[in-house]
T-cell receptor
Framework: KAGVTQTPRYLIKTRGQQVTLSCSPI?????VSWYQQTPGQGLQFLFE???????NKGNFPGRFSGRQFSNSRSEMNVSTLELGDSALYLC?????????????FGPGTRLTVL | AQSVTQPDIHITVSEGASLELRCNYS??????LFWYVQSPGQGLQLLLK??????LVQGIKGFEAEFKRSQSSFNLRKPSVHWSDAAEYFC???????????FGTGTSLTVIP
């Protein structure tokens, strides 16, 4: 069974631009969660999507948004990029909504904002 | 408030030496506890988890962890470290309901030959 895949693996953007990251969950998993990982803040929960609806949200500004498609694939968008948005963005999938105890992580997308 | 503390930011051990990574948690209810490993450029891989039962948990790659409720700790151990164990290690705590999850800030492990 294929694992969680994320594309692209690396991105370089400049301040003010916007970016879209993609995550394909494990087949059959319907929940996708997104995390931001930075050296200073560690791993922080962004949001979770299940059945195309955002179910849970962390403490991030509205510039961070996401969506989920009917095939459970999810995209995360960051608008008006800031230098501090440089991070590794991880997505995780699980079968049930809100079941973070059984989540599987993808390899991440490394975003660099210049 | 719920939190996970990994007091050691960075640890260096010699190959073949034993390893213990510390993790302390603060959680109001019975916690579910996890250790993840992240190799450079990779995502998180689950090493082991504790939900209930035997407080000594065996994981992959020869790792084990012991849950000590009285000390609010879940330390990760390995009797003999291999060079390939060099990575970042994260402790995490989750709720029984599965809808909350908190990571520690991680411990970076360097293995010297």
């Amino acid at each position: 069974k294929a694992g969680v895949t994320q594309t692209p693996r690396y991105l370089i953007k400049t301040r003010g631009q916007q970016v879209t990251l993609s995550c394909s969950p494990i087949s059959g998993h319907r929940s996708v969660s997104w995390y931001q990982q930075t050296p200073g803040q560690g791993l922080q929960f962004l949001f979770e999507y299940f059945s195309e609806t955002q179910r849970n949200k962390g403490n991030f500004p509205g510039r961070f948004s996401g969506r989920q498609f009917s095939n459970s694939r999810s995209e995360m968008n960051v608008s008006t990029l800031e230098l501090g948005d440089s991070a590794l963005y991880l997505c995780a999938s699980s079968w049930r909504q809100g079941d973070y105890n059984e989540q599987f992580f993808g390899p991440g997308t490394r975003l660099t904002v210049l | 408030a719920q939190s996970v503390t990994q007091p050691d930011i960075h640890i260096t051990v010699s190959e073949g030496a034993s390893l213990e990574l510390r993790c302390n948690y603060s959680y109001g209810a019975t916690p579910y506890l996890f250790w993840y490993v992240q190799s450079p450029g990779q995502g998180l891989q689950l090493l082991l988890k504790y939900f209930s039962g035997d407080t000594l948990v065996q994981g992959i790659k020869g790792f084990e962890a012991e849950f000590k409720r009285s000390q609010s700790s879940f330390n990760l151990r390995k009797p003999s470290v291999h060079w390939s164990d060099a990575a970042e290690y994260f402790c995490a705590v989750g709720a029984q309901t599965g809808n909350q999850f908190y990571f520690g800030t991680g411990t970076s492990l360097t293995v010297i030959p």
